[in-house]
């Protein structure tokens, strides 16, 4: 039965999986008043429902307006792996539809809440505590990273963490995770020690060298698809205050940055942290938001003289400060609560290859000027050959051989929920000619970031055939009745891959 509807949703076509995936749902549902009442009964203080205080504060925190507009039945916010454990085997036993919610960041509808099933909200689960050897930061699956950061800067420490205060440690973990210090010590991933999961027997595992390794290895992008990240053991450093802040520039610098972009990338300085974000809305025009760290006490380093010293320019933050400031400034530069959306495509190449790129985003404002509130914005940043080095191995796919890469980003926000197909299509067309340029010159990198994919894409495809074997075959093992691929259907499913 259900069994067969999973080894159905692994092979058929794109059509057949959606369809089981819908019996599934449709089934669920009856059971979901079933499931709230139960939940409500056995863990009173953790359950709510519309109309609450709790359940409505819940909905506005996440970032997304499509998030916010999705209505579960209710809500089950646990404190302890314990209850996620229990919750986890109630789900799965009464085939419920439902998602998991850690910092509420995801963009995407239905990655992190889910309407008319049951959300399991860990954002109590927000712990971080420091061994006595300073050498690792325990951080439970609901925490954002702005919780983190205040805990190691006091202690002078860090961690590959994420870079904006307000995104979860959970996804960005299991998505891979880019870092102020990936060129030193990789990916946010690579340097996970261990994972805490509940999986969907409600066994409360670990995964890590020594113990459930494929598992440990699996995690290292494979998001959601194998039961619930409830706490992640993350390696620590020495690391003092250090250089960093905003240029806002004009346009006009646009030439000499990209310059400056390929430089760095060419010749990368393992202590440079970069993205640069050109910018077009109908009120403001083009603008060009660069966002630079250097991970060293040392003011303006040459390599990064491009983007500080561009002129003429309208905003420079840049001083000497610690994670926890770069990190709130830069979520003071994200507007939540609006319809917003990122896609997201890899490539390599020279300058001419950047040059390129850029012009076909900026032939693309054409197709979505007329929007309401548009704001189009592409972003870049260096993908060196470090971030494939560091750690124990991910499921990412990359490697050193692929060569430097620039990885590009294309977040876009608008008002009217009327014009979410425009605004999707038009981002559809413009990462397609993108792929089909970088295609043609030879650059083409099949990698999607997950944590920058859109729904309509497909980054867990772009790990490789061998990747995606051995990530489906981790799933089987861990959920051979399907409770992530389909009774949890938001997010990247292996399955669909």
């Given at each position: 039965m259900f069994f ?11 059509d057949i999986?959606?369809e089981?995936?819908?019996?599934y ?5 009856a ?6 009442e139960?939940?409500s ?12 205080t ?5 909905l ?10 999705l ?9 302890t792996?314990a209850?996620?454990?229990f919750i986890?085997k ?8 439902f998602a998991?919610r ?5 963009l995407n509808?239905?990655?992190?809440n ?5 959300t399991?909200n860990?954002r109590s689960m927000n712990?971080?505590?420091v061994?006595?050897e ?10 954002r ?7 190691l800067d006091?202690?002078?420490m ?5 870079r904006?205060?307000?995104v979860g440690v959970?996804?960005?973990?299991t998505?891979?995770g880019?870092?102020y210090f ?18 969907a027997?409600?066994a409360v ?7 459930n390794r494929d ?8 998001s959601s698809n194998?039961g ?5 053991d ?10 960093g802040g905003v240029?806002?520039?004009d ?14 990338l060419?010749?990368?300085?393992p ?9 077009w809305?109908?009120?403001k025009?083009?603008?060009?938001f660069d966002n ?8 303006d380093p040459?390599?990064m003289m491009p983007f ?5 320019q ?6 000497i400060?610690d994670?926890s ?6 979520s003071?530069?994200?507007s939540?609560?609006?319809r917003?959306q ?12 950047l040059t390129?790129?850029?012009?076909i ?8 000027a007329?929007?309401?509130g ?12 470090p971030?494939e ?10 490697s050193?051989?692929?060569?430097p890469?620039?990885?590009f980003l294309l977040s876009?926000?608008?008002?009217l929920?009327?014009d979410d197909?425009a605004a ?12 089909a ?9 099949s ?18 055939a061998?990747?995606v074997r051995?990530?489906?075959a981790?799933?089987?093992k861990?959920?051979?009745?399907g409770?992530?691929?389909i009774?949890?259907?938001?997010g ?6």
């Open positions: 067969e509807d999973l080894l159905s949703f692994a092979t058929a076509s794109t999986q959606s089981s995936s819908t019996r749902i449709d089934s669920a549902l059971n979901v008043k079933q499931a709230c139960l939940l009964l056995e863990l009173p203080s953790i359950v709510s429902y519309p109309g609450s709790a359940y409505e504060a819940a506005h925190s996440y970032f997304s307006a499509q998030e916010q507009a209505l579960p039945a209710c809500i089950v916010a646990p404190t792996s209850e996620v454990s986890v109630t789900l799965a036993q009464l085939r419920v539809p998991i850690g910092g509420g960041h995801n509808a239905g990655a992190a889910i309407a008319s099933g049951i399991i860990l712990q971080v505590t061994n006595a300073k050498t690792l930061v325990s951080i439970g699956g609901g925490a990273w702005g919780e983190v950061y205040p805990v006091a202690q002078k860090a961690t590959s963490c994420g904006v205060s307000d959970g996804g960005l973990s998505g891979g880019i870092s990936s060129g030193r010590k990789g990916l946010v991933c690579d340097n996970i020690v261990n994972y805490e999961v509940v999986i027997s409600g595992i670990n995964a890590n060298k020594l113990e598992l440990w290895h699996a995690l290292k992008g494979g194998f619930v990240v409830t706490r992640l993350i390696s620590t450093f020495p690391q003092d205050k250090f250089y240029v806002v520039a346009y006009s610098t646009l030439n000499s940055q990209l310059e400056g972009f390929s430089n760095l060419a010749n990368f300085d202590h440079a942290a970069l993205m640069i974000s050109i910018s809305s109908a009120s025009g083009y603008f060009i630079v760290e250097y991970t060293k006490d040392i003011t040459p390599i500080t010293q561009a002129s003429p309208f905003m420079n933050t840049m001083r400060s994670v400031d770069f990190a709130t400034e830069a003071q530069f994200a939540a609560g609006l917003t990122f896609a997201t495509t890899t490539f390599g190449g020279p300058l001419s290859m390129t790129v850029q012009q985003w900026s032939n693309s404002i054409s197709t979505i007329s929007i309401s548009i704001n189009w914005a592409m972003t870049i940043q260096p993908w060196p050959h971030f080095a560091q750690g124990s191995g991910n499921s990412l796919g990359l050193s051989s692929d060569g890469l620039t990885l876009y926000s608008w008002d929920a009327s197909e999707t299509t038009a981002a559809q067309k413009l990462i397609a000619a993108i792929d340029a970088t295609q043609k010159a030879g650059h083409y990198h990698f999607k970031y997950l944590n920058y994919a859109a729904y309509w894409q497909d980054p867990i495809a772009g790990y490789g061998e990747n051995k990530l489906k981790m799933a089987m861990y959920d051979p009745a409770s992530f691929q009774g949890c259907p938001g990247f499913k292996i399955l669909r891959s």
